[in-house]
């Protein structure tokens, strides 16, 4: 089945620096990734939407400058977090939708958690 | 904004008994409604998919319900084993400009006991 792989697993860092996760899809092509933020007993928080060639959209209070999304083919998102604060610390997951259309399940990674210290 | 709410925030059940998981939403009409399977630390995985002209979406032990009318979904597991405990998230997508985008529910936590 289709695999997204989502690399580093956990990080670690200190307040002020910035922290890159990258998200791949292994064995099919992604034109679209999602990338979700999930703090500990709630939801997932869709935050942005990756296109492949053009820009991120992203969710209504998520600040662009300070995630910054890069899809820069069609197997690998980026999502930096620019002056990471301790606030900033949570578990990020991205997908990726298996087919075209919008309408299928996704595929999830295995998820980035973030510790800004 | 769109609002989803899974009641309860968690169930306990003896193995053998169908579980039954349930999700409400307000202020949207989703075009379609996603289940999905979330164990610790770990990504969701999908489990099903209803759209909003159907009823009722089967796959092995599990049955999923779409209620548009009571905006409500039901999500059920016959025959529990102590390996379905994990969280289940429901998730919501549109049609339109939201196309592909999910909104989840926080989850119900799933203890399945022997």
């Known amino acids: 089945g289709a695999v997204v792989s989502q690399h580093p697993s956990w990080v670690i860092c200190k307040s002020g620096t910035s922290v890159k996760i990258e998200c791949r899809s292994l064995?099919?092509?992604?034109?679209?990734m999602f990338w979700y933020r999930q703090f500990p007993k709630q939801s997932l928080m869709l935050m942005a939407t990756?296109?492949?060639?053009?820009?991120?959209?992203?969710e209504q209070g998520v600040e662009k400058d300070k995630f910054l999304i890069n899809h820069a083919s069609l197997t690998l998102s980026t999502l930096t977090v620019t002056s990471a604060h301790p606030e900033d610390s949570s578990f990020y997951i991205c997908?990726?939708?298996?087919?075209?259309?919008?309408?299928?399940?996704?595929?999830f990674g295995e998820g980035s958690r973030l510790t800004v210290l | 904004s769109q609002k989803i709410e899974q009641n309860s925030e968690a169930l306990n059940i003896q193995e053998g008994k169908t579980a039954t998981l349930t999700c409400n939403y307000t202020?949207?009409?989703?075009?379609?409604l996603q289940w999905y399977r979330q164990d610790p630390g770990r990504g969701p995985v999908f489990l099903l998919l209803i759209r909003e002209n159907e009823k009722e979406k089967r796959k092995e032990r599990l049955k999923v319900t779409f209620d548009t009318t009571l905006k409500q979904s039901l999500f059920h597991i016959t025959a529990s084993q102590p390996a379905d405990s994990a969280t289940y998230l429901c998730a919501l997508g549109g049609r339109g400009s939201t196309l592909g985008r999910l909104y989840f529910g926080r989850g119900t936590q799933l203890t399945v006991w022997p």
């Open positions: 202020n949207y009409s989703p075009a379609y």
């Open positions: 064995d099919f092509q992604a034109t679209t």
């Open positions: 990756s296109n492949e060639g053009s820009k991120a959209t992203y």
């Open positions: 997908s990726a939708p298996w087919t075209s259309g919008g309408t299928g399940e996704l595929f």
